[in-house]
């Protein structure tokens, strides 16, 4: 039974839905008559140790819908990735304040650091109820059919290369999109949703769950060149070669490093940059383009699934529920039913923590650089049933005078 009071953090990478999350935890919590007062951490577990809370006992109903409907982390977020020690801090700030509930919405680092967390809590006989709330864009949470924040992510990655490729059908030649996901390729795989004619793109997509070889893709782009005339590419930031090294750190002549240590794969173009580099040069294909998608992936105002939004708020009213009733820690997972619906299920914390969950083989074209109609089925009813769709002229042509067709 929840009892005291209930903290609640985000941490990780922000959504478009995190905060539905979080204002569904928020409103059940209010409702629980042994709750004396709900607390949000400002930016994760930094904001714990350094006891940074607000008052969401405060907020007005109304306020927190509009905060609701509102993409990124508005309690703020964190990289931190905490160990023993760092979570032993943590624990120290949640008995100061009399903390009997922590609610972690995140991913699986997150979910990770409740693991600890309830593991000292428990040692030190201290009652406290860690649940964790899983949210991410890339998909990769073990125990899950799919992550809150990923359906909208996908969302916006579908309808941007949906987009690209009108154009580059106007104007052809290469472009190369880089999406992000390390080691799933769930999100890049969502380019390929918005495809409606045969020789719609992406036409080719390259994910971290198969070896990139540069001499294959330089060959796949080409003979896409050759059968079409144009290319569009959807490429994954954490494509590797057969030894697991990143593409990037093979191509890129400096490289940045992230708060972990990893080579910085989003944000700098760099990935994009050198492979089409390579394409110019190799294939001597002068009208190529690369982007980065980035942060634009994560919290895109107004590209928000409504089932998303549904089944993010969803997870957090079915956190407190767990928390109250079940008398157990644990981690909210997704469970698919039927033809498409969702059940809240409570995981051992162990299940889903510092694991990395990635695409099913069922999903990967066998030629390695496309997906397949399974994918397309496990994605739609995700990203939502009013997804814009593209059309073309029906082309009759008015026959040549001056220069008659031979």
Known sequence: MLHGKVLIAQGGGPTAVINQSLVGAVLESRRVATVERVYGALNGVKGIV???????????????????????????????????????????????????????????????????????????????RCVHIPKTIDNDLMENDHTPGFPSAARFVSQAFAGVNLDNAALPGVYVGVVMGRHAGFLTAAAALGRKFPDDGPHL????????????????????????????????????????????????????????GNVQLSGTGALADALTEQVKTKLKTSRVRGDTLGYLQRSFLGCVSPVDRREAREAGIKAVQFAHWNGTDGSVALKRVGNYDIDFQLVDLKAVAAKTKVMADAFIAPSGNNVTAAFDDYLRPLVGADMPEVYRLRAHKVPKILKPTK
């Open 50 to 128: 350094g006891e940074n809370f607000l008052d969401l006992t405060q907020e007005t109903d109304a306020n927190l819908e509009r905060v609701a409907d509102t993409p990124g982390s508005t309690l703020g977020s964190t990289r931190d990735k905490p160990d023993l020690k760092y979570c032993q801090e943590i624990l120290k700030v949640l008995q100061a304040h009399g903390i009997g509930t922590f609610f972690y919405i995140g991913g699986n680092d997150s979910s990770d650091t409740l693991r600890i967390v309830s593991e000292q809590a428990r040692a030190s006989n201290y009652s406290l």
């Open 205 to 260: 997509v390259y994910l971290p769950e198969r070896p990139f070889a540069m001499d294959a893709f330089l060959g796949d782009v080409k003979a896409t060149l050759d059968r079409i005339g144009r290319c569009v590419v959807a490429v994954s930031e954490g494509i590797h070669d057969a030894a697991g090294t990143p593409i990037l750190a093979l191509l890129a002549t400096e490289l940045e490093k992230d708060a972990h």
